[in-house]
């Protein structure tokens, strides 16, 4: 264990069943990352998610559908029993139109906190490419330093010069930029 982080699990800790003690360590890490991103959302933005997660649920679509159902059956006179408040609807109507603005404003709130989140986890993937990316160019000099040490000829010759060129991630976003615009 590490002292530093008693929390954290060594790599060689036993994973569960099927999964590396890396690959465990890693999910581990990836949900406590969440959960503090979680806690550390203003009470607004918590709200705000929690209001559009109702408002996606099916609970939500049942209440409307009682909700309206019972405005609109009392409002056209077919229960005797209660006088029509809105015979015309446009209260029914005003009241639908102003929940709509607000919930779309909420899922707006959601889907940009969402959308932040995302581009944190595109540029962490980004950066574990790039450093992959590295790290086999480096492996395929060493395999091509080794192979010409051993004299072992290889079907790839002719492409090692290429592969153990690094990648400039601005040429390539360039590129694909240009590309873009083209189209």
Partial sequence: MNDDHPERKSPTTPAAEGLTPALTRNIEAIMQRRRQSQNAASAQERSA????????SMMFVYI???????????????????????????????????????????????QNRMAVQDNIRADLDLQISLLNEHETTRLI???????????VPTEAD???EELKKDIAPEAVLDR???EGEDN
């Fill in 158 to 160: 002719h492409e090692v």
């Fill in 64 to 110: 409307h559908i009682v909700f309206y159902g019972v405005w609109i059956i009392a409002n056209v006179g077919l229960l005797p029993q209660v006088p029509p408040w809105d015979p015309s609807l446009v209260i029914l109507a005003m009241e639908a139109s102003v929940e709509a603005i607000f919930l779309s404003t909420f899922v707006l709130i959601n």
């Fill in 141 to 151: 000099a060493m395999v091509e330093a080794i192979a010409k040490k051993l004299e």
């Fill in 176 to 178: 694909i930029q240009a």
């Fill in 49 to 56: 998610a929690l209001i559009s997660k109702f408002a996606g």
